[in-house]
């Protein structure tokens, strides 16, 4: 090796400073000109050196072989520790609830010593362990001896700061409140009446304590006639056969559909006034009773449709199109009975099996009886109190599951809205206490709500979707409707979106099944249970979730399915009529952990729980029911091509989805966020774009309401057989463009980025 030295300082004091610096590195062999005789001399020989390396090598080698064994054998550890199975189906779930990932400009920091990882089935496990049926009956409890809970009155401001009170006592990490100024009916100064007119003279036939809200108000006379359940394909048998229905009071029972819809079939029938009762053969023990109800076609306050009722909103001078414009009322079925024994013409249909004695459709021709409705209900001013806890996600906060239950009631409610708010509260308490302290950390949000007014048509979870419409429909990916969740013992009853059948069906799976020893609920509902879903009603809360904001929604509970829940609606609706179901806590607690592992489960995973690919099915039914229909709409010179390609479009693009996941890089943040938004917003996009939701608040395709789902274009095609002389074809073709264009719209939103979409069929 060679060196040179040279001064680097000034000489100016005769101070030589120097350095030595390495020229260049010569060879290792030696033998170099210039190479002085003292440091060849030091060097070792070449075999030697040889040695040295072959040792270093060989040892380096057995190093990295030992280091590999030892972390292929603590990974394998560890993988097997966390790749238990979810059930039978050999599907193994190995995702922790605690993010492994760190961004790229954080530095690592030393590991403190924490909660253990919760994988899925541990976490399933510490939620069964920790739901309590002794605190469910103590909830439950909070409904004992009392007799309303009117909404905003002084019972229902009650437990709502009592449930605010308790969501900051389970430490939640906001607990807040949400006022609402609201429009509601109520009974007047005086009960309504209903009396028998006959030759000059009014008989009182009864005046019940219960009334329907946004009835219209004032005194109707008419000619009774029974209608059964009041669907509207018994007003059409019976106008078939000749029966007037114009001017008439019309009379049916409970049941079947909601009292909202079979007050406006009456009013489209003609009739001024209309009565319904509970049924002895569907409503056991409820003779003297009479339920109370809501007679508005829609949710929220029907007196600013569209509009959040904020106490500052200028409200625009319009109301809901689907308030009736005909007297209603309820009464018992033993003031039926009375009433039907003054009728004296044909008896009622045998398949009708009606439960009241001496049943009659209608008058003879020559009686001159009629029935006279007084209706005194009068309109108040009510505030009126959401009230909400959260538990916030550790990744994606702004993603959050809506897990909510009805609060007031116009009775004791114990099986209407004390079950759902135990179960909430108890939910509220088991969840928080698994992140306190069980290690549980959800990537996204749960929030919890207790919703006022429910018993007016879901006004205060309407009233806050269209308050926050514009965040909710980006942000809130599910509803979980916990509303009246027992009412019975034998059966099931689901009602939910196609987008959660799948986890719905694994969830079940996993829980057992509180009325045997063995087994779970799947097993009770079998293989088919998809075709046993009932679709939700205007008078389930999570309807307006799905209808109106296109937020995917579940309604999971028990019921009875050849007798209806008796007490639900009246003042006999008490924790101790409730306490006659055969293991009711059980029930709860099992409704609880349905309720509970959803929403575990959606705030869990990396990916979405969402079947997206689900809707391909559901559209794939629709066009098999269109197909008969091909030449018919040919004729008219339309197509069911454009339908048929868009749903195709559909079809392709959740194959392209679910080709994007598979390839995705799971670990990055970024590309997966933008993957679930794409699977979040599906239920969303199955809103008609081209509607007001002022005008048409139940946008949604499949489960909205209104000409433009697809339920309604099927009807019209139908009729294309039937009656084709009253088909609009100007109104089927604009059904079809708006059923198509939405799917296509919902296609290309899947797909993703715009260069990825066209307007291509």
């Known amino acids: 090796m060679s060196?040179?030295?040279?001064?680097?300082?000034?000489?100016?004091?005769g101070d030589n400073s120097h350095v030595e610096m390495k020229l260049a590195a010569d060879d290792e062999e030696g033998g170099e000109i210039g190479r002085p005789e003292h440091l060849h001399a030091n060097m070792p020989p070449p075999w030697r050196r040889g040695k040295n390396r072959c040792f270093l090598v060989i040892a380096a080698v057995l190093l990295l072989l030992i280091g590999f064994l030892i972390g292929y054998l603590s990974y394998g550890g560890r993988m097997q520790k966390a790749s238990r199975c979810l059930d039978g189906s050999g599907k193994c779930e190995i995702t922790p609830t605690t993010s492994y990932l760190?961004?790229?400009?954080e530095t690592e920091e030393e590991e403190v010593p924490g909660?253990?990882?919760?994988?899925?089935p541990e976490l399933r496990t510490v939620l069964s362990d920790k739901l309590s049926a002794r605190r469910l009956e103590d909830n439950l409890r909070q409904r004992a001896n009392k007799y309303s809970f009117e909404a905003g009155q002084s019972e229902d401001e009650s437990i709502a700061s009592y449930i605010h009170d308790q969501f900051t006592s389970f430490l939640l990490d906001e607990v807040w409140n949400d006022e609402h100024y609201i429009k509601l009916q109520v009974k007047g100064s005086s009960n309504?009446?209903?009396s028998i007119l006959e030759n000059g003279e009014e008989e009182e036939l009864e005046s019940p304590d219960a009334y329907v809200a946004y009835s219209k108000s004032g005194s109707v006379v008419g000619k009774p006639v029974h209608v059964n359940y009041g669907l509207k394909a018994d007003f059409q048998k019976l106008q078939k056969q000749g029966v007037s229905l114009n001017e008439t009071i019309i009379i049916f029972r409970a049941g079947k559909i909601t009292l909202a819809e079979k007050v406006a079939n009456a009013e489209e029938a003609g009739a001024v006034g209309a009565l319904m009762y509970l049924d002895p053969s569907d409503y056991k023990m409820t003779d003297a009773l009479a339920p109370f109800g809501h007679a508005h076609l829609g949710t929220g306050d029907p007196f600013t449709p569209g509009f959040p009722s904020f106490n500052h909103t200028q409200f625009p001078p319009v109301e809901s199109s689907g308030l009736p414009r005909i007297a209603v009322q309820t009464i018992s079925s033993k003031a039926v009975g009375k009433l039907f024994r003054r009728m004296d013409g044909e008896n009622c249909l045998l398949e009708w099996n009606s439960g009241v004695l001496g049943c009659k459709v209608m008058l003879s021709s020559t009686s001159n009886m009629t029935v006279k409705l007084s209706v005194n209900n009068v309109m108040v001013d009510r505030k009126i109190l959401n009230i909400f806890g959260a538990i916030k996600g550790f990744e994606e906060p702004d993603r959050y599951v809506v897990i909510g239950a009805q609060r007031d009631s116009w009775g004791p409610g114990a099986a209407k809205a004390g079950v759902g708010t135990a179960i909430l509260l108890e939910l509220a308490y088991v969840i928080s206490d698994m992140v306190k302290h069980d290690g549980y950390k959800p990537r996204r949000s749960i929030i919890f709500a207790s919703w006022s007014a429910g018993e007016?048509?879901?006004?205060?979870?309407?009233?806050?979707?269209?308050?926050?419409s514009a965040t909710l429909h980006a942000k809130a990916f599910t509803y979980i409707n916990l509303d009246a969740a027992v009412l019975g013992f034998n059966d099931v009853k689901i009602s939910a979106s196609p987008l959660l059948y799948t986890l719905l069906?694994?969830?079940m799976k996993g829980v057992k099944d509180p009325t045997k020893d063995s087994g779970s609920l799947y097993d009770r509902v079998g293989s088919d249970w998809v075709k046993t879903v009932v679709p939700l009603g205007l008078d389930n809360a999570a309807f307006p979730f799905l209808a109106y904001s296109g937020i995917p929604v579940v309604s999971f509970g028990f019921c009875n399915k050849e007798e209806e829940y008796s007490f639900l609606g009246t003042t006999e609706d008490t924790v101790e009529n409730l306490k006659r179901t055969d293991k009711l806590y059980a029930l709860m607690r099992a409704a609880a952990e349905v309720a509970g592992q959803i929403a575990l489960r959606l705030t869990h995973d990396h990916e979405l729980f969402l079947d997206f690919e689900r809707y391909g099915e559901e559209l794939l039914a629709f066009q098999e029911k269109f197909l008969p229909y091909y030449r018919d709409v040919k004729?008219?010179?339309?197509?069911?091509?454009w339908l048929f390609f868009a749903r195709g479009d559909f079809q392709r693009a959740t194959d392209a989805l679910r080709r994007d996941i598979a390839n995705s890089d799971r670990e990055n943040r970024v590309i997966r966020r933008a993957l679930n938004d794409r699977i979040m917003k599906v239920e969303y996009d199955f809103l008609s774009p081209y509607l007001s939701p002022k005008d048409t608040p139940f946008r949604h395709i499949f489960f909205g309401?209104?000409?433009?789902?697809?339920?309604?274009?099927?009807?019209?095609?139908?009729l294309l057989r039937t009656s084709r002389d009253s088909v609009n074809v100007n109104m089927l073709k604009e059904q079809l463009a708006l059923v198509t264009w939405t799917i296509k719209g919902a296609a290309n939103a899947l797909v993703g980025d715009i260069w990825d979409t066209d307007n291509e069929f």
Do not use: C, M
């Open 3 to 13: 060196y040179t030295r040279f001064s680097i300082a000034r000489q100016t004091d």
């Open 102 to 105: 760190v961004d790229d400009d």
């Open 115 to 120: 909660p253990p990882v919760l994988y899925w």
């Open 192 to 194: 309504n009446k209903v």
């Open 456 to 468: 007016y048509g879901a006004v205060g979870a309407t009233e806050w979707l269209e308050g926050y």
């Open 505 to 507: 069906e694994r969830t």
């Open 635 to 641: 004729a008219l010179g339309l197509t069911l091509n």
């Open 705 to 718: 309401k209104g000409s433009h789902t697809l339920q309604s274009l099927l009807e019209n095609l139908q």
